[in-house]
């Protein structure tokens, strides 16, 4: 995109989301991540969130009041009349772009406020909904659910200007759907600094894990598409060969009960840890620093923002490389690709984490990997993204 003739100015962007903290997940994550960079570019964002039970106090955020979502109690869905009042109000302030998040009210209130206002509206695609969807509606046939989430997604995309996607491979799922509307390819960046200074040694005393211990480590939602059902199998053909092998698995959500007995039943309690949700200022940085190696085996991710934080805190990065993550690990930076079967994950993880030449090759490969994907660089791309959308209307 060339930008050179675009003035740097002042802009005024309202983004709108469904989702943010205290609501952990990637969206949360991507949307912190981006507003603490874009101010230095001159962008001035606003967002509008869902209240939750749970008060999270955030600079230049409206909390809208909302309702649980019966099949999804860790979400939330914003009233229509005052999130519509809350956005109208904002953009008579002063309005320039519509940046939404997610797509449910969110989408059609940004729309309807770009529309009213004659302003760009952009949207980034975070999630793809066509495999996360019968996870949460298991009663209705997956077929029909990932044929109306195709249907959905190109109708909302097709009424943008522009669609943000944090990988190639969500490129390549949109264009497939019959996606119109542009798409720009635009990873969510990484606080590179905030990840190299985990206390590994403090993580291990606080949780009773000895200092000659190996341990492999998942960080993310314990939810049943993240494929951590996958990781215990492989612990269980792994610890064959390394009883001492710990895995710990950083996070909450709603698959819980089901790894906890999944874990219970392949006689692994002793060698499978599930630590909760972590602080993310100081805990989870700990936590990276305390592991010998990441393991994911998420098949549906957009991007994998945690194998970023990993490579980042010179963690080695053993995973899948499928959907988004190919971004990352076909660089084969920082990280090994692991085999797509269970007992085959195990043994290579297995071999990975007694060989410690080749951690220590990886840790140091990762550090300056993640660099690349540092998100003061990711931010000034979107202040881009945004002046040149508003350019081409002006």
Known sequence: MNTQSIPSRFLRVLMISDVYFPRINGVSTSIETFRADLAAEGIQVRLIAPDYPERHNAPATWRVPSRRVPFDPEDRLMHWRPLNHTAERLATEGLDLVHVQTPFAAHYAGLRTAHRHQVPVLATYHTHFEEYIAHYLPALPRPWLKAAARR????????????????????????????????HVLPTGIPVRNFAIGNGALFRSRHGIAADRPVALFVGRVAHEKNIDFLIEAMAAAVRQRPDLLLVIAGEGPALPALLRQSEQAGLSSSIRFVGYLDRVQELPDCYAAADVFAFASRTETQGLVLLEALAAGLPVFALAEMGTRDILDAERGAVIAPNDPVAFGNGLVALISNRYQLDTLAAEGRDYALEWAAPVRARQLADLYRSLVASIT
Request: hydrophobic fraction near 40%; include cysteine; proline fraction near 6%.
């Open 152 to 183: 959905i997604a190109t109708s909302q995309c097709n009424g943008l200007d522009a669609v943000v996607v944090p990988s190639s491979a969500m490129h390549e799922t949109l264009t497939g759907y019959g996606v119109k509307a542009p798409l």
